[in-house]
Structure formats: C-alpha cells, structure tokens
Nanobody, 118 residues
Framework: QVQLVESGGGLVQAGGSLRLSCSSS????????MAWFRQNPGNQREKVAQILSGGGTWYSDSAEGRFYISRDNAQNMVYLHVNRLTPEDTGNYYCAASYRWFDTFEFWGPGIRVTVSS
C-alpha cells in the first residue's frame, strides 16, 4: 500500500504559480509511475503530468510548457510546479502512484483544491 497526501493548493490569481506537493509513504524511486491528475466539476479526472521511476516525464497538451513534475527521492516527495495559471486550471488535483507500467493507478491521495481567479 502507498499512502499519498497532497499539499500546496489554494487560491491564486491568473498568471500566478503554485507548487503542489505529494508525500508518499513508500520510496518514490521504486514506484513505476507517479502522476498528477486534475478534475473540474462535471468533468472526468484527467492526467496532467507523470514521472516514471527512471525519470521520464509526460505532460498533457494543456500542461505542456506550463507545468513541471519533479521528484525528491530522499524525501519521498513528488512535486507539480504549475505556472501561468488560468481559470481553466481550477480544480481538484490528485497525486497517484502505480507499481504497474500500464492501466489504472492503484493508489490515490485525497486531493487538493486549486482555485485560479481571473
């Protein structure tokens, strides 16, 4: 079991930045995939960024160039740096982990709210 807890959300003005943090109970270096998802009211949860155990990263089209995912193996933390925020980035952000290379993520944090005001 992997327990995940997000922090760092809140209210920010459009154009601003935040750093979201995800604390893991297990060594993040040994988890195949860790990712950040976002869910807006009425929409499905979408993956916005992912980092693999080997360090490879992936970003959604909406996140590319604005979001940056990083990992601190010593602290068992994963971060999502979000920049040039727009009101469309408002939503609940979830950290997820998987020991699988494909398919769904087994472990999820409770989520954290990000609100971007215009």
């Amino acid at each position: 079991q992997v327990q995940l807890v997000e922090s760092g959300g809140g209210l920010v003005q459009a154009g601003g930045s935040l750093r979201l943090s995800c604390s893991s109970s297990e060594a993040v270096s040994r988890i195949n995939r860790m990712a950040w998802f976002r869910q807006n009211p009425g929409n499905q949860r979408e993956k916005v960024a992912q980092i693999l155990s080997g360090g490879g990263t992936w970003y959604s089209d909406s996140a590319e160039g604005r979001f940056y995912i990083s990992r601190d193996n010593a602290q068992n933390m994963v971060y999502l740096h979000v920049n040039r925020l727009t009101p469309e980035d408002t939503g609940n952000y979830y950290c997820a982990a998987s020991y699988r290379w494909f398919d769904t993520f087994e472990f999820w944090g409770p989520g954290i709210r990000v609100t971007v005001s215009s």
